[in-house]
C-alpha cells in the first residue's frame, strides 16, 4: 500500500522564526529543563517537524512545546491529533518480537516497542520507529555493495533513543532481549557496509557503539554483568577504530559504564581506573556534567576501596563541576543526569564508606527532587533510602519506603531495584 507524502509543518517554522534548527533545539532543551522534563531534541529533530515526518509529538515534547507556547495547542503547532496520527490498535506480527514484561504497559507504549524491534527471517531486519504512530525504518543486514547513508544511521541513532525512553520509564527486565537484535544489525552493517561519506561512517559507528552501551546497561540493570561487561567492552572498541570528536565521546561514555557495573560488582580497582581514563578523554569535550558524573564514578571506587579523604576529594571536584551547570554539548545520553542522579550517588559513597546517616540524607533528597515521570529512577532511590535507613537501624522508616517502592513496582521492571529490596528485608530481619 503506498504510503502517502509528508505535509510540511508550517505553523511550528514559522514559530521557530530567525532562529537556527540548531538554536531552536538548544531552546527546547532548555524549556524542558524548566519543567522537569528530558528530550533529545536536536537540529534534525527540529527539521522532521518542519517536514512533516512528526505528524505528533511523543507526550515529553507536547508537555515542553505547550510549555514554551502557552495557550496554543498542538494543532496550533501544526501537529495532527494523537488518535488520528496512531490510529487504531494493530495486532503484533506472527515474526514480532513480544518478550514478557511488556503486557502491562500502556497502548503507546506497546505498539513502539512492537514496531522498534522486529526481526523478519534470516535477514534479521530490526525496525527502529522514528516517531510515535509514525512509519518504521528498517536496519537490513547489509546485501552486496549496500551503500550506508542517512536512512540507516538515523535508524540506528532512533533506537537508542527508544531504548532510552522504555527503559526510564519501565526498567530492563525484557527490554534486553528484544534490544540485541538491533544491535546486531548495526554490527552487520559496521561489518558489511560501506559508507557513501566519512561523516556517516563515523556517525554509524558512534551510533552503533551507543547502542552497544544502552544494550550492556539493560543487562546491567536486569543482573546480567558478563553481558553487560561484554556490551561495554564492544562499544570501547568501537570508539577508538576512528580518532572524531563523536567517538572521544563514546569512549567516555563506554568508561563511564565500565566504572560503574566495576563498583557494582565490587571491582573497585577497575572502577577506579575506568572513572580516571574516562575523566581524561572526557576533558576535551566541554561538558561538566558529563565530568561531574565520571568524578562522581571515582568517588564511588574510592569509598569502595574504604578511602574516605580521597573519596570526598573527587565529591568535591563533582559538586564543582556540576555548579557549572548544563551546556548544550552535554551528551544526548546524558539527559537523566541532574540533581537527583547526583544525590544518589553521593548516598552510594557514604553508603559504601558505612556513614548510614549521611546516606539517609542524601538519598532522601534524591527521591524528593525525582520527577515521578521517570519511575524506574524513582522506585531505585526510593529502594536505596530503604536499605539506608535500615542500615541505620530506622526500621519503621525502612519499612514505610519499602513499602511505597512495592507499591510503585507496577510496570517497573528493575533487577537492580528488586536486589535492594531484597537486601533492605534482610538487614531488618537480622535486627529483629
Same mark, same amino acid.
Given at each position: 500500500?503506498?504510503?502517502?507524502?509528508?505535509?510540511?509543518?508550517?505553523?511550528?517554522?514559522?514559530?521557530?522564526?530567525?532562529?537556527?534548527?540548531?538554536?531552536?533545539?538548544?531552546?527546547?532543551?532548555?524549556?524542558?529543563?524548566?519543567?522537569?522534563?528530558?528530550?533529545?531534541?536536536?537540529?534534525?529533530?527540529?527539521?522532521?517537524?518542519?517536514?512533516?515526518?512528526?505528524?505528533?509529538?511523543?507526550?515529553?515534547?507536547?508537555?515542553?512545546?505547550? %510549555? $514554551?507556547?502557552?495557550?496554543?495547542?498542538?494543532?496550533?503547532?501544526?501537529?495532527?491529533?494523537?488518535?488520528?496520527?496512531?490510529?487504531?490498535?494493530?495486532?503484533?506480527?506472527?515474526?514480532?518480537?513480544?518478550?514478557?514484561?511488556?503486557?502491562?504497559?500502556?497502548?503507546?507504549?506497546?505498539?513502539?516497542?512492537?514496531?522498534?524491534?522486529?526481526?523478519?527471517?534470516?535477514?534479521?531486519?530490526?525496525?527502529?520507529?522514528?516517531?510515535?504512530?509514525?512509519?518504521?525504518?528498517?536496519?537490513?543486514?547489509?546485501?552486496?555493495?549496500?551503500?550506508?547513508?542517512?536512512?540507516?544511521?538515523?535508524?540506528?541513532?532512533?533506537?537508542?533513543?527508544?531504548?532510552?525512553?522504555?527503559?526510564?520509564?519501565?526498567?530492563?527486565?525484557?527490554?534486553?532481549?528484544?534490544?540485541?537484535?538491533?544491535?546486531?544489525?548495526?554490527?552487520?552493517?559496521?561489518?558489511?557496509?560501506?559508507?557513501?561519506?566519512?561523516?556517516?561512517?563515523?556517525?554509524?559507528?558512534?551510533?552503533?557503539?551507543?547502542?552497544?552501551?544502552?544494550?550492556?546497561?539493560?543487562? %546491567?540493570?536486569?543482573?546480567? %554483568?558478563?553481558?553487560?561487561?561484554? %556490551?561495554?567492552?564492544?562499544?570501547?572498541?568501537?570508539?577508538?577504530?576512528?580518532?572524531?570528536?563523536?567517538?572521544?565521546?563514546?569512549?567516555?561514555?563506554?568508561?563511564?559504564?565500565?566504572?560503574?557495573?566495576?563498583?557494582?560488582?565490587?571491582?573497585?580497582?577497575?572502577?577506579?581506573?575506568?572513572?580516571?581514563?574516562?575523566?581524561?578523554?572526557?576533558?576535551?569535550?566541554?561538558?561538566?556534567?558529563?565530568?561531574?558524573?565520571?568524578?562522581?564514578?571515582?568517588?564511588?571506587?574510592?569509598?569502595?576501596?574504604?578511602?574516605?579523604?580521597?573519596?570526598?576529594?573527587?565529591?568535591?571536584?563533582?559538586?564543582?563541576?556540576?555548579?557549572?551547570?548544563?551546556?548544550?554539548?552535554?551528551?544526548?545520553? $546524558?539527559?537523566?543526569?541532574?540533581?537527583?542522579?547526583?544525590?544518589?550517588?553521593?548516598?552510594?559513597?557514604?553508603?559504601?564508606?558505612?556513614?548510614?546517616?549521611?546516606?539517609?540524607?542524601?538519598?532522601?533528597?534524591?527521591?524528593?527532587?525525582?520527577?515521578?515521570?521517570?519511575?524506574?529512577?524513582?522506585?531505585?532511590?526510593?529502594?536505596?533510602?530503604?536499605?539506608?535507613?535500615?542500615?541505620?537501624?530506622?526500621?519503621?522508616?525502612?519499612?514505610?519506603?519499602?513499602?511505597?517502592?512495592?507499591?510503585?513496582?507496577?510496570?517497573?521492571?528493575?533487577?537492580?531495584?528488586?536486589?535492594?529490596?531484597?537486601?533492605?528485608?534482610?538487614?531488618?530481619?537480622?535486627?529483629?
Amino acid at each position: 500500500m503506498a504510503m502517502s507524502r509528508a505535509v510540511p509543518n508550517l505553523a511550528f517554522r514559522r514559530l521557530r522564526g530567525q532562529r537556527s534548527a540548531a538554536e531552536f533545539a538548544a531552546a527546547v532543551r532548555r524549556a524542558a529543563r524548566e519543567i522537569g522534563e528530558q528530550v533529545a531534541c536536536d537540529a534534525r529533530y527540529i527539521g522532521r517537524v518542519e517536514a512533516g515526518e512528526i505528524r505528533c509529538p511523543n507526550y515529553a515534547y507536547e508537555r515542553v512545546f505547550l %510549555h $514554551m507556547f502557552p495557550g496554543l495547542g498542538l494543532s496550533d503547532l501544526g501537529f495532527s491529533a494523537r488518535e488520528a496520527v496512531r490510529g487504531r490498535r494493530r495486532a503484533v506480527p506472527a515474526d514480532a518480537a513480544s518478550p514478557a514484561g511488556f503486557t502491562t504497559w500502556n497502548d503507546e507504549e506497546s505498539d513502539v516497542l512492537r514496531r522498534a524491534f522486529m526481526t523478519s527471517g534470516s535477514a534479521a531486519l530490526a525496525a527502529a520507529s522514528l516517531t510515535l504512530g509514525g512509519p518504521a525504518v528498517a536496519i537490513p543486514a547489509p546485501r552486496g555493495a549496500h551503500r550506508i547513508g542517512e536512512t540507516e544511521v538515523r535508524a540506528v541513532e532512533d533506537v537508542v533513543r527508544r531504548i532510552r525512553l522504555l527503559d526510564d520509564r519501565h526498567g530492563a527486565d525484557g527490554l534486553h532481549k528484544a534490544a540485541v537484535r538491533p544491535l546486531r544489525a548495526a554490527y552487520a552493517l559496521l561489518d558489511a557496509g560501506t559508507a557513501a561519506r566519512r561523516s556517516t561512517e563515523e556517525r554509524l559507528h558512534a551510533g552503533a557503539g551507543e547502542l552497544a552501551l544502552s544494550v550492556g546497561w539493560l543487562a %546491567h540493570d536486569s543482573g546480567r %554483568h558478563e553481558d553487560a561487561r561484554s %556490551h561495554y567492552a564492544e562499544a570501547l572498541a568501537t570508539a577508538r577504530v576512528t580518532g572524531s570528536a563523536g567517538n572521544a565521546a563514546l569512549e567516555a561514555h563506554a568508561f563511564c559504564n565500565t566504572s560503574f557495573l566495576a563498583r557494582d560488582t565490587g571491582r573497585y580497582r577497575e572502577a577506579l581506573r575506568a572513572a580516571q581514563a574516562g575523566l581524561r578523554v572526557a576533558r576535551p569535550l566541554g561538558s561538566a556534567r558529563l565530568l561531574c558524573l565520571l568524578s562522581l564514578r571515582e568517588a564511588g571506587a574510592w569509598a569502595g576501596l574504604g578511602d574516605r579523604s580521597a573519596c570526598e576529594r573527587a565529591l568535591g571536584r563533582a559538586h564543582s563541576f556540576f555548579d557549572r551547570g548544563p551546556v548544550d554539548d552535554d551528551p544526548e545520553w $546524558m539527559s537523566f543526569f541532574g540533581e537527583p542522579e547526583r544525590e544518589a550517588h553521593e548516598a552510594q559513597c557514604w553508603s559504601l564508606l558505612g556513614d548510614w546517616g549521611r546516606a539517609v540524607r542524601h538519598a532522601r533528597r534524591a527521591t524528593v527532587l525525582q520527577n515521578p515521570h521517570f519511575a524506574r529512577n524513582l522506585a531505585l532511590y526510593r529502594a536505596q533510602l530503604a536499605e539506608d535507613l535500615a542500615r541505620a537501624g530506622r526500621r519503621d522508616e525502612a519499612e514505610a519506603e519499602a513499602g511505597l517502592v512495592r507499591e510503585s513496582l507496577d510496570g517497573v521492571a528493575s533487577a537492580r531495584v528488586r536486589a535492594l529490596l531484597t537486601e533492605t528485608g534482610r538487614v531488618l530481619s537480622a535486627t529483629r
